[in-house]
């Protein structure tokens, strides 16, 4: 058994969040230049989603970054030149196209796979390869059909064996073609330098350790298992040696590991305010949401109507480097609705109207409206302080 080396360093519970907060691009300057491929290779991974309300998450991720960045420019850095390619990380995801090699040990362990949801009828995975060589680029219908009902367990042997192909690596999306993936080979996609399985599992696992660290800045065990989803046996068998080292964090149960640049300088600089997607990586572990913000984090999306609490796409609020509040959005022409504010108390209601107003802008919607609050005194003061922003 691997004996770990003793933290040196002691961190605060708000040091910690400083450096949760700098490490996920929501404390200081963003880099602009770098745009939304550098948010992605800054957050390592974006979440995918097919729910869509103000906008998608994979648009909501560098938008609480950036700010109003446009939408179109936002899906044209992502695939266009594939400068990102879609996978099984945290859940499906957009990851930086040099990071290929690195899931190598995932890939083989899907070739490896002995049971499948999905029955793979004979000979369909051949004929697929076959048509987007001879084609190009094709959606699952174009290739013979996507689903036989509207149920997504019920896909057809096509749309089975082109995922399969994609999971295998054979097979990328190089598009979305109205939320549709647009399929072509990995060979023609990915490039050259970089589409080989040759790293070995250790390496692999080593690689995305050590950029999970990088990614949230400080965490647990179980935080840096769950941001590309390893298992915890996983971590333990590199992480004394992916550069990571270990440190104590006050009012944490359990041991933590920092990115050493992150441990460099003092987490300073001026905090965003913004809506938060429900997928955003900096609330993707709910354990972690909970002990660095205080904050309890659930999608309620698939939860019955009458059983949720926040609403159906519940928006966390930050501010001041601190979870304030949540807004379940609606839009109905060019009004943004909040169909439910939960407010932390009056001081969050300068903050929840302009993060309120700022989506509002950023959506082309003209005006707010509050259907909700869950403390009814505050609807008023909310509705003024937004008033006034809308001018």
């Known amino acids: 058994m691997t004996t770990l080396p003793r933290p040196t360093t002691t961190l605060t519970a708000d040091d910690a969040r400083r450096i949760a907060l700098r490490a996920q691009g929501l404390l200081g300057a963003p880099d602009r230049r770098a745009g939304v491929r550098g948010v992605l290779r800054h957050l390592g991974a974006v979440q995918l989603d097919t729910i869509s309300v103000l906008a998608r998450s994979h648009e909501l991720v560098p938008y609480a970054r950036l700010g109003a960045v446009g ?70 219908t174009e290739l013979g059909g996507a689903k036989r009902t509207s149920e997504w367990w019920d896909w057809s042997g096509t749309k089975v064996a082109v995922e399969r192909a994609l999971m295998y690596g054979e097979v990328v999306c190089v598009e979305r073609r109205g939320w549709k993936r647009v399929y072509d080979l990995a060979e023609r996609a990915v490039p050259g330098a970089l589409l080989h399985d040759e790293l070995d599992d250790a390496e692999c696992l080593r690689r995305l350790v050590r950029l999970a660290g990088e990614s949230l800045g400080v965490g647990t065990r179980a935080d840096i298992a769950d941001y590309h989803r390893l298992k915890g046996e996983q971590v333990d068998a590199v992480i004394a040696d992916s550069g990571l080292v270990p440190v104590e964090v006050e009012g944490w149960s359990k041991p933590a590991w ?134």
């Open 71 to 140: 939408r179109k420019t936002v899906d044209a850095a992502y695939w266009t030149d594939t400068h990102a390619f879609e996978y099984w990380s945290h859940a499906a995801c957009l990851l930086p196209i040099e990071e290929w090699p690195h899931f190598a040990f995932r890939r083989r362990a899907y070739r490896n796979r002995p049971h499948w949801n999905h029955e793979l009828p004979d000979g369909v995975y051949d004929q697929v390869v076959k048509q987007l060589r001879a084609e190009g680029p094709l959606t699952a």
């Open 258 to 391: 920092a990115d050493p640049a992150a441990l460099a300088t003092p987490p300073r600089g001026r905090h965003r305010t913004t809506l938060l997607s429900p997928f955003d990586s900096l609330i993707w572990e709910r354990a972690r949401t909970e002990r660095i913000f205080g904050f309890t984090h659930r999608l309620e999306a698939y939860v019955p109507k009458p059983k949720r609490v926040y609403g159906y796409f519940a928006m966390p609020v930050l501010a001041g480097g601190r979870l304030v509040g949540r807004v379940d959005p609606a839009r109905e022409g060019r009004t943004l609705v909040a169909k439910q504010v939960t407010l932390d108390g009056p001081k969050a209601v300068p903050a929840v109207a302009q993060a309120l107003v700022e989506a509002a802008a950023w959506v082309d919607c003209t005006d707010v409206r509050v259907e909700r609050a869950d403390a009814p005194e505050l609807r008023e003061p909310l509705t003024r302080e937004l008033t006034a922003l809308l001018g």
